[in-house]
Structures are given as structure tokens and as C-alpha cells.
């Protein structure tokens, strides 16, 4: 349990420190983000929705006034954090010329993200001295900036939808029989964290479950594949397979956070690890819409299929 606790803590650490550096980072460049930030607000306001359906359904609508004083602080930053990880994920996504939200942004009549600019990647741990940049373009006013070569052609819009679908079902379902065909290999049991979660005979699928199922995909998408594995990338731009780095170091940071879900503890990050580098390349081909349908089709399949494999 201490070794649990430790990487609970490593885990929420690493998450506040790019939490406020994200932040200083939206500030320093608000000009430029200022375009986007309705999709992040929108991506706020689900996120709260979805912790008032979870408040509900476990019957915790009634509360004392000192309660919801704390659960409104809770919202507030839970909101303000899903804003600007989805804001700063955009940001990045545009220095390496990917669509982060192809389906959305034009209905919401932003701009498509730019061709490949100037810009040096931001370090939202320690911003550069640059106040703010210009809406056009992510090039910082009062900097002297040498223009690299085109990173990449700008990923375009869906044309083919048999295989954008078939993309998401291949990673949904996919990592739902690789998970149990691990399962039946390894035999796993409950990890101390389902434990304290499931109740014995309970059924395994309630609207209460559907709904935190599906508000770990939303939220977790946000998180690493928009937010972290874009930061990585735009840091790692001019390193060879940068890319790819980025999404491998997301995806063991992901599977670090679900630690203590199985018994013994390696079966879930063979599980989980894999998902999280299929996830990044749906991610880099089809953005974050499909990275989150994705994701719920196999939290909610996988919690019909896999949980009878280590509930015995």
C-alpha cells in the first residue's frame, strides 16, 4: 500500500505541476488562445456536468452548506484545469501541425490550426520571456525567431468515414480482446482500488458506472493525448521520432496512473500500456474526437467483458 501511495503521489504531483504551468502558459500566450478557448470552456462545462450526473446518482444532491462550499471550489478547478489543458493542448497541436479537434472547430467556426510557424516550443514549466503573440501566427512579438523548416503537411479534414470509424472500433474493440485474451492468460484479481470500489454481487454495470466510465475517457483524453503528449512532442520537435517519444512517454505516464486496479500490478500496465500507443496514434491521425470515442467504447465494452475475468 505505501508503494501505491507513492506513485498516487508522484502521479497527482506531476499532474498540478503541468496543471499551473499550462495556466502560466495560457496567460502568456492568451492572444493567440484566445481563439480556441471556447472549446475549452465547452470541454469545462461537460466535465461538470458530469460530476453533477456522478453527485446524483450517488444521491449526494443534499448536502451541507460547508460541503458544497468545497464541492464548488472542487468544480471550479477541476473546470478551470480541463480548460487549460484542452487550450494549451491546442496550442501545441498547432506548432506540430495537427488537427487536435478536426470535427468540431469548424462547426464552432474556428480556424483550422496552422501550417508549421516559427515558433520555438513553450515550456509551460518555464515560459520564456515573451509577453504574448500575435492571433495569426504563434510567433512571439519583441523576439528574434529563426523559421525552421515545414514540420509536416497539415493533417486534413475526415474524407474517408468508413475509415475514420473503423480506425476507432479497431482501437475500442481491439484493446477489449487483447485485455481479455491477458486476462484469461494471467488470472488477474482485484487491485485494492477496485476492491474499495465494487461491492461483492453488485452488478458490475449501473447508470452510475456508465456515466464515470464515460467521463474517464473524456477527461483522460484531455489530459494526456490533447494536453501531455502534445507539450512532449512540441518539446521534442526537432528530435528524431520526437513524436513518438512524446506518445510513449504518455501513454507510461497513463498506466502509471491506473496502478492498483489489478492484482498484481503488472498485468494492468501490459493492459493499459499498449492502449495508451494506440491511442496517440489514433490521436496524431484523427484527433481528439476519435481518441475519446475510442476510449469509451472500450471502458464501456471492457466493463461487460473483462470484469467477470478478475471479479471471481
Known sequence: MNSLTGLATIYVLVL????????????????????????GFW???????????????TGGMFLAPTTVLILV??????????????NNGIFFSNQLSIRSFPLIAPRLGLPPAPAPVATPAVDPITPPAVT???????TPIGSEVVLPEPIASLAPLPTNWTRYWLNILGVGVGAVVYSAVLFLITQPRPGLIVQDLISPGAPIMTPLTVVILLEFAFVEELIFRLGIQNYLGAKLINKRYGYAIAVTLTAA???????????????????????G??????YRRQGTEST???HALFNLIGGLVLSPLYLR
Do not use: C
Not at 504574448?132 to 504563434?138: G, R
Not at 500507443?277 to 489514433?282: K, P, T
Open 16 to 39: 498540478l505541476v503541468f496543471t499551473l504551468g499550462f495556466l502560466v502558459n495560457w496567460y502568456r500566450n492568451r492572444a493567440t488562445i484566445s481563439v480556441y478557448k471556447r472549446i
Open 43 to 57: 470541454a469545462g462545462i461537460i466535465f461538470v456536468i458530469f460530476e453533477l450526473l456522478t453527485l446524483a446518482l
Open 73 to 86: 471550489a472542487a468544480l471550479g478547478w477541476g473546470m478551470l484545469q480541463k480548460w487549460g489543458f484542452v
Open 132 to 138: 504574448e503573440s500575435t492571433p495569426e501566427a504563434d
Open 253 to 275: 505516464l497513463w498506466a502509471m496512473a491506473h496502478v492498483g486496479s489489478l492484482d498484481p500490478d503488472w498485468i494492468k500496465l501490459a493492459q493499459i500500456f499498449p492502449l
Open 277 to 282: 500507443l494506440a491511442l496517440g496514434w489514433l
Open 292 to 294: 475519446i470515442m475510442a
